[in-house]
């Protein structure tokens, strides 16, 4: 019986050097694979235009001649964003859902194109007597940003 006991003993001893191990193994996991951050914190957008000063600023303001305008705005820190929605002075103008890949969009009024981290956007002109308010909205996931702009009609 005393072989018997040492085997038990030694195997009893192997289970907690393997829990040892493991739990060791584990911490080490958490502490190198865990993030700084909490989970959901994105870098706001940082955009730069090639006439707009201060387009991280004036986002809500953009004024668009009534003879039309296009502008160029490129993302600094993210690589890739799309369009989720466009109104018109207030209403979804384009499809009812854009699609999550929207890339590129068109109508008598506007023109959106967007390649990598750059978005072209084209203002065609105003031939109504009214301002036209158009907002843009842009996301890269779970971040999400908006450009304003303020199309002026015949005679305002």
Not at 10 to 35: A, D, G, H, R
Request: net charge positive.
């Amino acid at each position: 019986r005393q072989p018997t006991k040492r085997l038990l003993l030694q195997k009893i001893s192997f289970n907690n050097f393997e829990m040892k191990t493991l739990f060791l193994l584990l911490m080490t996991s958490i502490m190198l694979f865990s993030c700084e951050g909490k989970d959901g914190d994105w870098d706001p957008m940082i955009w730069e235009s090639n006439d707009v000063s201060n387009i991280n600023k004036k986002q809500n303001n953009i004024e668009v001649p009534q003879v039309g305008k296009s502008y160029v705005f490129t993302c600094k820190n993210y690589k890739n964003f799309w369009v989720y929605a466009i109104q018109e002075n207030g209403k979804q103008i384009g499809d009812t859902q854009l699609s999550i890949d929207c890339k590129k969009y068109e109508d008598n009024n506007i023109s959106i194109s967007i390649e990598k981290n750059k978005m072209n956007v084209t203002f065609f002109p105003n031939e109504e007597y009214q301002i036209r308010n158009i907002s843009i909205g842009i996301t890269a996931g779970d971040i999400f940003n908006s450009f304003f702009f303020k199309q002026k009609g015949k005679d305002n």
